[in-house]
């Protein structure tokens, strides 16, 4: 007796008037539901004009939803059109469909896209609001204008070692007052070493002879019109770089100010001098009036690492159910494989995420903090390793920054002794249920007397 066939259930249609786009440096194919135009798949070229008119016929088609890559940043006009006319975008990740087989040409490309979304089988990335987009754009310019200055930085350096100018040996960095100041004074003419290293900043760790002996060396033409070029290059995106944080000073003005939570203390000002890299405005007060809660009170967090994550995520913590949702998009959770109900192995899935980055880096600092967090740290790097500690420490970072903008609550520093206490009561629980389960008991020692000391 033959078995009879199950007929598989048709697929549940979602989104009845869908489209599906594929995007390219000139040409843009779209494709709508077959019912809705006589010819479904139409092409448009790139210029403004021509996607207004591709967001008209998608109006005329009574397009609800759009499906769309996120190639590159071709996408981002055609994003920003689509949404003033009233169409839900849906972008999704060109990671998620690379692999999938049979499509061989962009006609065939937009179809399998408005196919897919038919049916809701795409998932939308993730993309916060336009106040927040904008701030994104110059807080990523900034960083890019930072790694630029570094490379001359890199220039100056390479150009004295070739002159055997070892002013990297007696200064921790040249692009420091002293070093700067010595550096500025060889291009102007200077040679003589004891005038350069009279040029050394009082708070200096080495002596005026010591540099002295370190700046006796060859000066060659081209090495000095290689760091004549690099320091000017080093002064121009210095230049720039306060250009930017000027804007960026000038879009938090225009942003609303939150109010803070009852009983929140403010922000302390920075009395330090500032630092390498440091924005040129008080950043931290402008962060606190835009949030409302004092993000930089967390142990390793800084002001610019505050920056960076919230350029990326935005304010609306809404997006994510928890905070574990929320270290799991910024790829700081582990991905388990499970077959049969077991757990084949963990993974971390490797993400090019800049607040995800920034955390890690924030992690790192935390080695040496007399804090809550750096005590696990610690703890963690002393036994599964540097590498597990960043992770699993950016990780809590996350949480707290999660839970602080969500609940708009301050953060308290549990102290030092927190994670251990809590490492002992686990151990402690886990003791006496092995105990319990052998029919024993845990009974405290008492406690040793202190040594006297003669």
Avoid at 124 to 139: H, K, M, N, Q, Y
Wanted: one cysteine or more; charged letters at 20%; glycine letters at 6%.
């Amino acid at each position: 007796m033959s078995k009879q066939r199950r007929r598989r259930p048709a697929m549940t249609v979602v989104h009845e008037q869908a489209a599906g786009i594929d995007i390219g440096a000139s040409e843009v194919y779209v494709c709508v539901p077959s019912e809705s135009d006589a010819q479904p798949v139409r092409s448009f070229a790139t210029f403004t004009a021509d996607l207004y008119q591709l967001a008209d016929w998608l109006v005329t088609c009574e397009v609800t939803t759009v499906a769309m890559e996120s190639t590159g940043v071709y996408w981002v006009p055609l994003y920003e059109i689509l949404e003033s006319c009233g169409i839900e975008v849906c972008l999704v990740n060109s990671q998620h469909l690379k692999r999938v087989p049979g499509r061989k040409s962009d006609v065939s490309d937009c179809q399998w896209l408005q196919q897919l979304h038919t049916y809701g089988l795409l998932q939308a990335s993730f993309r916060p609001a336009d106040e927040i987009c904008g701030l994104r754009t110059l807080v990523r310019q900034r960083a890019m204008l930072v790694e630029c200055r570094a490379m001359h930085i890199q220039h100056m350096q390479k150009a004295l070692t070739l002159m055997n100018l070892r002013l990297t040996e007696v200064l921790s960095d040249i692009s420091g007052e002293t070093g700067l100041a010595i550096i500025r004074a060889i291009v102007a003419g200077e040679r003589n070493p004891q005038q350069l290293a009279r040029l050394r900043d009082r708070r200096c760790a080495h002596s005026e002879a010591e540099i002295a002996k370190a700046l006796t060396g060859h000066y060659k033409p081209e090495q000095l019109f290689a760091l004549r070029q690099a320091l000017e290059a080093y002064d121009f995106y210095d230049t720039q770089l306060r250009a930017c944080d000027a804007e960026i000073e000038r879009l938090y003005a225009t942003w609303p100010h939150t109010p803070p939570p009852a009983g929140s203390p403010p922000p302390q000002p920075d009395t330090h001098k500032r630092r390498k890299n440091q924005a040129y405005f008080d950043l931290t007060s402008a962060l606190y009036q835009m949030v409302g809660v004092d993000l930089t009170a967390i142990d390793g967090v800084d002001a610019l690492t505050i920056q960076t994550v919230l350029s990326e995520i935005g304010l609306d913590m809404s997006r994510w159910p928890t905070g574990k949702h929320f270290a799991s998009w910024l790829g700081l959770a582990p991905k388990p494989e499970k077959s049969g109900g077991k757990v084949l192995r963990t993974y971390r899935p490797k993400t090019k995420q800049r607040a995800a980055t920034a955390l890690r880096l924030a992690a790192q600092s935390l080695a040496r903090s007399q804090s809550a967090l750096g005590a696990f740290y610690r703890r963690l790097k002393a036994r599964y390793g540097p590498a597990v500690a960043n992770v699993a420490t950016a990780h809590k970072l996350a949480r707290i920054i999660y839970a602080m903008l969500k609940h708009r609550q301050p953060y308290h520093d549990p102290g030092p002794t927190y994670y251990e206490q809590q490492f002992r009561e686990r151990t402690l629980r886990r003791l006496q249920r092995q105990a319990t389960q052998l029919g024993l008991a845990l009974v405290p020692l008492p406690a040793l007397p202190q040594p006297q000391v003669s």
